[in-house]
């Protein structure tokens, strides 16, 4: 999991960068910065959405053991 949170990190630095890059070398500062930063914060939002969704799926349910779930004992 600290991957995924690596990595939704880096995508939102990233959008954040390329548009100081813009906003620098075109004179519209701080419009790119903004704009890129948001679509950064949703880009990241929804991968981990999906890396939750997947870890989800993977988790064991509750009760399915190696019993088969009746609770008994001895």
Do not use: N
Not at 18 to 47: E, Q, R, W
């Amino acid at each position: 999991m600290p991957l995924g949170f690596l990595m939704a990190g880096s995508e939102m630095a990233t959008f954040s960068v390329i548009g100081l890059i813009l906003d620098y070398y075109l004179g519209t500062m701080p419009g790119f910065t903004i704009g890129l930063t948001l679509l950064g914060l949703v880009a990241s939002f929804f991968h981990l959405t999906q890396m939750a969704k997947v870890m989800a799926r993977k988790r064991p349910k509750p009760g399915g053991g190696a019993t088969g779930g009746t609770g008994g004992g001895a």
